[in-house]
């Protein structure tokens, strides 16, 4: 890739560049999502509706105790 200097460029040219970013970048993340669609796609063959990951049983007691600790401390 080639070094561009951007303080040489004029506004014109670097709103140009950011515009022809913006669009590059809009399709690769369109592209991107439609990858990561068709995996979800294949994935959720394996069983069931596609669900939320979840916080694994007893994370939220675990989470607790810190805080308890903490506030005993002090």
Same mark, same amino acid.
């Given at each position: 890739? #080639?070094?561009? !200097? $951007? !303080? ?5 040219? $670097?709103? @140009? +560049?950011? !515009?022809? &970013?913006?669009?590059? $970048?809009?399709? =690769?993340?369109?592209?991107? #999502? =439609?990858?990561?669609? %068709?995996?979800?796609?294949? +994935?959720?063959?394996?069983?069931? *509706?596609?669900?939320? %990951?979840? %916080?694994? *049983?007893?994370?939220?007691?675990? @989470? *607790? ?6 506030? =005993? &401390? &002090?």
């Amino acid at each position: 890739m #080639q070094k561009v !200097d $951007l !303080d040489a460029m004029s506004i014109e040219e $670097l709103a @140009a +560049l950011r !515009d022809s &970013a913006t669009v590059k $970048l809009a399709e =690769k993340v369109a592209a991107r #999502q =439609k990858e990561l669609e %068709a995996e979800l796609e294949k +994935l959720s063959t394996f069983g069931g *509706k596609p669900r939320k %990951a979840s %916080a694994p *049983k007893g994370a939220k007691e675990s @989470a *607790k105790e810190p805080k308890e600790s903490v506030a =005993k &401390a &002090a």
